[in-house]
């Protein structure tokens, strides 16, 4: 250990006094907001106290500035007609050109008079349509705060009426709705659950297979999200793949404790037609911290392995094309003679063996059809798949096995998604658009859990419990339109519609947002939308034992779940750099799966965990409901520093066939984080910082269902006490998080950045679940992840 830790301080300082200053080139794209039509003749400058630097777009809306001095830099973009926007806290670094996409509104403001109204920050969104609930992220971010494993998914969970599941997972959970509820898009076309170790039906895992390093500026919606996304009941990842740098050739090397080794390359196919290309590749460092004594959470060493790209093809006479994707890979083995009880995944009279697959690749074009409208096509073909197979001990000294579970599952999915943009005039802009899915499951499943013994050997059979090969095809049409009704006021009206083709179920959703400047510090919204999701595969095309013995279709009459959202907000500049937020909202859900026999069973509670529930014979006649307030203080990264503290106080209940209402799987009660960081500059020109960030997150125990430990001994698996359901509740959940970094610009064509996480400070002992053990016939409780130390170390040249 002290090795490694000699070897990083060497590599970090060697190079730490660079001659002179150190400089680095800012360049990318004006574009207008609503047209994407690229602006002629703007100007772009940095703004510094000592020098002034400027340049203007060329015939594309690009533009080149040279020489920004290294560090948080600030820039302002003009162009005659339009809103004056500040583009405030780039990073700038040495090791790599920095590339930016500005789109600018058209003001209302005649064309001889231009006043600075707008300020690019994180409070709005990369897409235009999307209103209320909703902002941007962006990489600086996602490797900023503390806690955060590189995870866009753990990023989020610091923003109000957010939280992950547990430690170890990053199931999103949001205003108290289940995982399943989210829609994860990549590139503009809905993709599946995007995370290493990944199973059926779940929208979460342990490490996420998105490499933050590629990904651009992306929007995380909570509520009443805009029309042009559907399928999805509580929030939406709208995320992209940014471009590689189309005139000079840069690398990346970065090793991290959960986002693994990774090398990274990027640069022009084409110079001619700024077509450019990058790729990156990641192995896991798990097998390393094994060897150094780290503690991962479970005894099993987790290897995984990804490769994610983009090539843009630049523009031609045909539109502009590029290709993106990614390819990941995951296993580990749980065995028995490594495994406690308390391990958090496995169990100690196991060998376990799991297997994870995911593929995504899609084709993206867009054309301009004029100067004031595009279109834009993306055709795509995804697949998940995991394999898992238990063998159980038949004795404590693990000698004699039998094979206890194997289950095979894939799934595929071809897409297209397209929709015209046409901006009619600076008030008026609409999007009429479609999507069109087909969903493939091929599953097959056998156990012998809770089966007969007709062959008396003393070991329940083997019998097959589920065995799908089956399609379906989802289409999905939408328009949504926004209107300036004055500089102060916009309203957004859409619809967005649903058909599934095996049960011809269809549903119509109405969308409607609006918000409204009541001063120039204040503002409020409101916000509607009717939301609907089809179910999960594997619920929809679960397989029910009849009296045969043959396998039987049950759920694949199943509707849509349904819900009505309902929001509205407020939000204050308090200065400059500080920002207050409060949102309200109240969600009713209906037209749930649940069990037609009297059950506490409902969908709503399904999604956070590596198996999804296996339960025919379903109707829609269950409901739910979740509200809250949320209160969010924030202070802008500024002056060397800034602060996040949220708040979410909310309540989530459902109803099953029972008729009685309960507590959701996910109903906290409250959420807090404050989260708050400082930079300290040194070096020649203060070019190199010393960073410091910590996080605070207390949240309310999670309500569950007791075990039935007689039931449970009797039938040697874990029985839950269903009419006691979500009645009991976990201790609350308290964690704090301290980073300690250095970010050093070396020289003009070099850069280092190294962190140290120290995730779980404090080592609390967070309940993870209390779980019946047939070793010892007894229920344990088993903790989430003790003190975890995360390690990042970066360079770019």
Same mark, same amino acid.
């Given at each position: 250990?002290?090795?490694?830790?000699?070897?990083?301080?060497?590599?970090?300082?060697?190079?730490?006094?660079?001659?002179?200053?150190?400089?680095?080139?800012?360049?990318?794209?004006?574009?207008?907001? &609503?047209?994407?039509?690229?602006?002629?003749?703007?100007?772009?400058?940095?703004?510094?106290?000592?020098?002034?630097?400027?340049?203007?777009?060329?015939?594309?809306?690009?533009?080149?500035?040279?020489?920004?001095?290294?560090?948080?830099?600030?820039?302002?973009?003009?162009?005659? !007609?339009?809103?004056?926007?500040?583009?405030?806290?780039?990073?700038?670094?040495?090791?790599?050109?920095?590339?930016?996409?500005?789109?600018?509104?058209?003001?209302?403001?005649?064309?001889?008079?231009?006043?600075?109204?707008?300020?690019?920050?994180?409070?709005?969104?990369?897409?235009?349509?999307?209103?209320?609930?909703?902002?941007?992220?962006?990489?600086?971010?996602?490797?900023?705060?503390?806690?955060?494993?590189?995870?866009?998914?753990?990023?989020?969970?610091?923003?109000?009426?957010?939280?992950?599941?547990?430690?170890?997972?990053?199931?999103?959970?949001?205003?108290?709705?289940?995982?399943?509820?989210?829609?994860?898009?990549?590139?503009?076309?809905?993709?599946?659950?995007?995370?290493?170790?990944?199973?059926?039906?779940?929208?979460?895992?342990?490490?996420?297979?998105?490499?933050?390093?590629?990904?651009?500026?992306?929007? @995380?919606?909570?509520?009443?999200?805009?029309?042009?996304?559907?399928?999805?009941?509580?929030?939406?990842?709208?995320?992209?793949?940014?471009?590689?740098?189309?005139?000079?050739?840069?690398?990346?090397?970065?090793? +991290?404790?959960?986002?693994?080794?990774?090398?990274?390359?990027?640069?022009?196919?084409?110079?001619?037609?700024?077509?450019?290309?990058?790729?990156?590749?990641?192995?896991?460092?798990?097998?390393?911290?094994? /060897?150094? !004594?780290?503690?991962?959470?479970?005894?099993?060493?987790?290897?995984?392995?990804?490769?994610?790209?983009?090539?843009?093809?630049?523009?031609?006479?045909?539109?502009?094309?590029?290709?993106?994707?990614?390819?990941?890979?995951?296993?580990?083995?749980?065995?028995?003679?490594?495994?406690?009880?308390?391990?958090?995944?496995?169990?100690?009279?196991?060998?376990?063996?799991?297997?994870?697959?995911?593929?995504?690749? +899609?084709?993206?074009?867009?054309?301009?059809? #004029?100067?004031?409208?595009?279109?834009?096509?993306?055709?795509?073909?995804?697949?998940?798949?995991?394999?898992?197979?238990?063998?159980?001990?038949?004795?404590?000294?693990?000698?004699?096995?039998?094979?206890?579970?194997?289950?095979?599952?894939?799934?595929?999915?071809?897409?297209?998604?397209? @929709?015209?943009?046409?901006?009619?005039?600076?008030?008026?802009?609409?999007?009429?658009? @479609?999507? $069109?899915?087909?969903?493939?499951?091929?599953?097959?499943?056998?156990?012998? &859990?809770?089966?007969?013994?007709?062959?008396?050997? +003393?070991?329940?059979?083997?019998?097959?419990?589920?065995?799908?090969?089956?399609?379906?095809?989802?289409?999905?049409?939408?328009?949504?339109?926004?209107?300036?009704?004055?500089?102060?006021?916009?309203?957004?009206?859409?619809?967005?519609?649903?058909?599934?083709?095996?049960?011809?179920?269809?549903? =119509? /959703?109405?969308?409607?947002?609006?918000?409204?400047?009541?001063?120039?510090?204040?503002?409020? #919204?409101? !916000?509607? !939308?009717?939301?609907?999701?089809?179910?999960?595969?594997?619920?929809?095309?679960?397989?029910?034992?009849?009296?045969?013995?043959?396998?039987?279709?049950? #759920?694949?009459?199943?509707?849509?779940?349904?819900?009505?959202?309902?929001?509205?907000?407020?939000?204050?500049?308090?200065?400059?750099?500080?920002?207050?937020?409060?949102?309200?909202?109240?969600?009713?859900?209906?037209?749930?799966?649940?069990?037609?026999?009297?059950?506490?069973?409902?969908?709503?509670?399904? +999604?956070?965990?590596?198996?999804?529930? &296996?339960?025919?014979?379903?109707?829609?006649?269950?409901?739910?409901?979740?509200?809250?307030?949320?209160?969010?203080?924030?202070?802008?990264?500024?002056?060397?520093?800034?602060?996040?503290?949220?708040?979410?106080?909310?309540?989530?209940?459902?109803?099953?066939?029972?008729?009685?209402?309960?507590?959701?799987?996910?109903?906290?009660?409250?959420?807090?984080?404050?989260?708050?960081?400082?930079?300290?500059?040194?070096?020649?020109?203060?070019?190199?910082?010393?960073?410091?960030?910590?996080? $605070?997150?207390?949240?309310?125990?999670?309500?569950?269902?007791? $075990?039935?430990?007689?039931?449970?001994?009797?039938?040697?698996?874990?029985?839950?006490?269903?009419?006691?359901?979500?009645?009991?509740?976990?201790?609350?959940?308290?964690?704090?998080? =301290?980073?300690?970094?250095?970010?050093?610009?070396?020289?003009?064509?070099?850069?280092?950045?190294?962190?140290?996480?120290?995730?779980?400070?404090?080592?609390?002992?967070?309940?993870?679940?209390?779980?019946?053990?047939?070793?010892? #016939?007894?229920?344990?409780?088993?903790?989430?992840?003790?003190?975890?130390?995360?390690?990042?170390?970066?360079?770019?040249?």
């Amino acid at each position: 250990m002290k090795k490694t830790i000699f070897l990083f301080a060497f590599i970090f300082f060697t190079f730490v006094n660079g001659i002179g200053q150190t400089t680095q080139v800012v360049k990318g794209q004006i574009l207008d907001i &609503d047209s994407e039509l690229p602006l002629i003749g703007a100007t772009i400058q940095f703004l510094s106290e000592n020098e002034t630097i400027g340049s203007a777009s060329d015939i594309d809306g690009k533009f080149i500035l040279t020489g920004i001095p290294v560090g948080r830099q600030n820039f302002v973009v003009s162009y005659l !007609g339009y809103e004056d926007q500040v583009v405030s806290n780039v990073l700038v670094g040495s090791g790599k050109e920095i590339i930016l996409e500005i789109k600018m509104r058209e003001s209302f403001e005649t064309l001889d008079e231009v006043v600075i109204s707008s300020k690019k920050d994180k409070t709005e969104t990369i897409n235009e349509m999307a209103a209320i609930s909703a902002r941007t992220f962006s990489l600086e971010e996602v490797t900023r705060y503390s806690g955060g494993r590189n995870d866009v998914s753990r990023l989020v969970s610091n923003y109000a009426g957010v939280s992950t599941a547990d430690d170890s997972r990053n199931d999103i959970v949001i205003r108290g709705n289940s995982p399943t509820g989210v829609l994860w898009r990549l590139e503009g076309i809905p993709i599946p659950n995007p995370n290493h170790f990944a199973t059926l039906g779940t929208t979460g895992g342990p490490v996420s297979a998105l490499n933050t390093n590629l990904l651009k500026n992306s929007d @995380f919606m909570t509520s009443a999200f805009t029309a042009e996304y559907g399928n999805a009941l509580s929030g939406v990842f709208d995320l992209g793949f940014r471009k590689g740098n189309t005139d000079k050739y840069e690398g990346t090397f970065q090793i +991290g404790a959960f986002s693994g080794i990774e090398a990274m390359v990027e640069g022009p196919i084409n110079r001619s037609n700024n077509s450019s290309f990058v790729v990156s590749f990641r192995n896991s460092f798990a097998q390393f911290a094994d /060897e150094l !004594g780290i503690d991962i959470g479970t005894n099993a060493t987790p290897i995984y392995r990804d490769l994610s790209f983009k090539a843009d093809f630049g523009k031609s006479k045909m539109g502009h094309f590029s290709l993106f994707g990614i390819l990941a890979q995951s296993d580990i083995d749980f065995l028995a003679s490594e495994t406690d009880m308390n391990d958090i995944f496995a169990n100690s009279d196991e060998d376990s063996f799991a297997e994870s697959k995911l593929g995504i690749v +899609g084709i993206k074009h867009n054309y301009l059809l #004029n100067d004031n409208s595009y279109i834009r096509t993306v055709i795509s073909s995804t697949l998940s798949g995991n394999d898992f197979n238990s063998d159980r001990y038949l004795n404590e000294e693990l000698s004699d096995k039998v094979s206890f579970v194997e289950v095979s599952d894939e799934t595929t999915t071809q897409s297209i998604s397209s @929709f015209i943009n046409t901006k009619h005039n600076k008030k008026f802009t609409s999007r009429f658009g @479609f999507n $069109v899915e087909r969903k493939q499951l091929k599953s097959v499943a056998k156990d012998r &859990d809770g089966r007969p013994d007709f062959d008396m050997d +003393g070991i329940p059979d083997f019998g097959t419990f589920r065995d799908i090969d089956e399609d379906l095809y989802l289409f999905e049409g939408y328009f949504n339109n926004k209107y300036r009704i004055s500089e102060k006021s916009t309203i957004h009206v859409g619809m967005h519609g649903l058909v599934l083709s095996t049960n011809q179920r269809a549903n =119509l /959703e109405p969308r409607l947002a609006f918000t409204h400047q009541l001063k120039e510090d204040k503002s409020i #919204n409101f !916000g509607y !939308g009717f939301h609907s999701q089809m179910q999960s595969l594997p619920v929809f095309f679960y397989l029910n034992e009849n009296m045969d013995g043959e396998l039987e279709a049950l #759920n694949k009459d199943l509707g849509f779940t349904k819900a009505h959202h309902f929001v509205s907000g407020y939000e204050q500049r308090l200065s400059k750099d500080w920002r207050f937020k409060a949102e309200t909202y109240f969600q009713y859900l209906f037209d749930v799966p649940v069990d037609r026999g009297s059950s506490t069973f409902s969908v709503l509670n399904a +999604g956070a965990d590596f198996v999804f529930p &296996d339960v025919g014979q379903l109707e829609n006649k269950g409901t739910g409901k979740n509200y809250g307030l949320e209160l969010t203080l924030e202070k802008f990264f500024s002056k060397g520093y800034y602060g996040l503290l949220t708040t979410s106080v909310f309540d989530s209940k459902y109803t099953a066939s029972d008729g009685v209402e309960r507590n959701t799987a996910f109903n906290n009660r409250y959420v807090m984080n404050l989260l708050a960081g400082k930079e300290f500059k040194f070096g020649r020109d203060g070019k190199n910082a010393w960073t410091v960030d910590f996080k $605070v997150t207390t949240a309310g125990g999670r309500y569950y269902t007791p $075990v039935d430990l007689e039931k449970s001994e009797m039938y040697q698996t874990q029985v839950l006490q269903e009419d006691l359901a979500f009645t009991e509740r976990y201790d609350p959940y308290f964690r704090v998080d =301290l980073k300690l970094g250095v970010r050093l610009n070396n020289s003009s064509k070099f850069s280092q950045q190294f962190f140290i996480d120290f995730q779980n400070l404090t080592n609390r002992e967070n309940i993870f679940v209390n779980r019946y053990n047939r070793e010892t #016939n007894s229920v344990n409780r088993v903790n989430q992840s003790g003190f975890l130390p995360d390690l990042l170390y970066r360079i770019q040249f």
